[in-house]
């Protein structure tokens, strides 16, 4: 992706946004646009009030992209001056998901409340204020003049947080007939960390460059049952008990993937000795297989690190039994894993029945899958999205990386020649926490931050203005 606007200088973002974008914000933020699975589950008229609000408050958008509906998901065509390949897929989504531990909030999840550093709400991070920050970006682009050189589009779902099947799905699928090839797809996924980087004094920005994928095992067994003062060796539980520890205690191997090798080459400078060391020997040739084993080993030791090299195995649900004294007739668990790419869904239903060794386990897939999606390399897209966050949060450390949960990008896998799956919002470790669980809230600094770095994108992304003597450019 070649700059548009050559040498740009761009100072840091220091304040935050006034009260009527705050507002425009909360605003969404009160739509209580709730995905779900569940059929019988119906948020369209909250859905219909936002669509509503963003048509109210982003008039030129609204007059002069192109807008097709999928449900209620939204895909905005901004025609580009010159033809050529699609220069961005823009994403983000505008459901949410519930907040079932309501009283617990500083204030009400869907009241939208606006202080003097915070706009709080359900989905301030996750992720409607990357909707309303596009927007406000194209926007003032509009009112600026600016026009894209080619063509951009983005990409609005409303049931990420289900799985995408009727918002991002169709999406894709109509950018494949339309034989879209784009050289950036951006969406949510990585931010820029503060103090969550074990040992990293600096600010780390993540920019993701795939995803895991995913796939839930049901595990179950079933028993003749009976008095419980007459047990046979194993009981249905019993049994089950020892599927899942045997899978718990035996995860998939550890493995360094090429993009997390990126990550921590990127990292190396931030890192304090004798990390450094030891990740400058692991790029060196020949010493590369001594040290990976270490590496892993490390990153093995912390949930958050141990993601990064393994496919991760975690028990959610288990279930069996009716009475103390009668032996159950059945007893069932779930394992939710999450897929390096490498390995992938028919390989974890393999390692479970290899680790399990029981054939009075059945071990079967419950519910959706999906294969890890294909990692882009960095390339020039991922610099300029490099060079944006610098910009606006001068002193971090850029690295690479893999999403460890799902976003609708995985339903675009292909579409671009470059995936970056990041926002340029500085959280600590108490604001990972927040996302899907109490208090979200975005500060306006951060807010501010997220508007301007599309602003300056759309910039880049823009056809240089007309000649007034003819010439052409």
């Excluded at 040498?7 to 969404?28: C, F, H, I, K, M």
């Excluded at 823009?90 to 531990?101: T, W, Y």
């Excluded at 008095?227 to 019993?238: C, R």
């Amino acid at each position: 992706m070649r700059p548009i606007i050559e040498n740009q200088a761009y100072s840091p973002v220091t304040e935050g946004v006034d009260d009527a974008t705050a507002e425009r914000l909360a605003v969404a933020l009160r739509c209580a646009t709730v995905s779900s699975e569940d059929p019988t589950h119906d948020a369209d008229a909250e859905f219909a009030a936002l669509a509503a609000h963003l048509e109210a408050e982003f008039p030129l958008v609204h007059a002069r992209l192109t807008l097709t509906t999928f449900g209620r998901g939204r895909l905005y065509r901004w025609e580009g001056v010159d033809p050529g390949p699609v220069a961005a897929i823009l994403l983000a989504h505008q459901d949410v998901v519930p907040a079932e531990d309501a009283p617990r909030w500083t204030h009400p999840p869907f009241a939208g409340v606006v202080d003097e550093d915070y706009i709080w709400g359900r989905g301030a991070i996750d992720d409607k204020s990357r909707v309303l920050a596009i927007l406000e970006a194209v926007e003032w682009a509009l009112a600026a003049g600016l026009r894209p050189r080619h063509t951009v589009y983005l990409a609005f779902g409303h049931d990420e947080e289900a799985l995408g099947a009727h918002g991002a799905v169709p999406m894709a699928a109509h950018l494949r007939a339309e034989g879209v090839r784009a050289r950036l797809l951006l969406d949510e996924g990585g931010v820029i960390t503060q103090d969550v980087v074990d040992g990293v004094d600096q600010p780390v920005a993540t920019i993701m460059l795939g995803e895991k994928g995913f796939a839930t095992v049901r595990l179950s067994v079933t028993d003749a049952g009976g008095h419980s003062s007459m047990p046979g060796k194993q009981t249905a539980v019993g049994r089950l008990a020892r599927a899942v520890a045997r899978v718990q205690d035996n995860p998939m191997p550890l493995r360094l993937t090429p993009v997390i090798a990126d990550m921590l080459a990127r990292m190396r400078v931030a890192m304090p000795e004798p990390r450094r060391t030891l990740l400058e020997l692991a790029g060196t040739r020949g010493v590369r297989t001594l040290t990976t084993p270490l590496i892993t080993r490390i990153l093995d030791a912390a949930p958050t690190t141990a993601a990064l090299v393994r496919t991760t195995t975690a028990p959610t649900v288990i279930s069996g039994g009716v009475k103390a004294n009668v032996l159950p007739q059945s007893a069932e668990a779930l394992v939710n894993f999450r897929i390096l790419p490498g390995d992938s869904v028919s390989d974890v239903v393999a390692h479970c029945r290899r680790v399990i060794r029981d054939d009075e386990v059945t071990v079967e897939l419950d519910g959706a899958t999906s294969e890890p999606s294909r990692v882009t390399g960095p390339g020039p897209a991922f610099d300029l999205i490099d060079e944006l966050a610098t910009g606006l949060v001068p002193g971090i450390v850029t690295t690479t990386g893999l999403v460890p949960g799902a976003t609708d990008s995985r339903h675009f896998d292909g579409l671009a020649e470059t995936r970056c799956n990041f926002a340029p919002i500085v959280l600590t470790a108490a604001d990972l926490t927040r996302i899907h669980g109490t208090d979200e809230r975005l500060s306006r600094l951060n807010y501010a931050r997220l508007i301007e770095f599309n602003r300056r994108l759309i910039e880049r992304l823009a056809a240089p203005a007309p000649d007034p003597t003819g010439a052409r450019p």
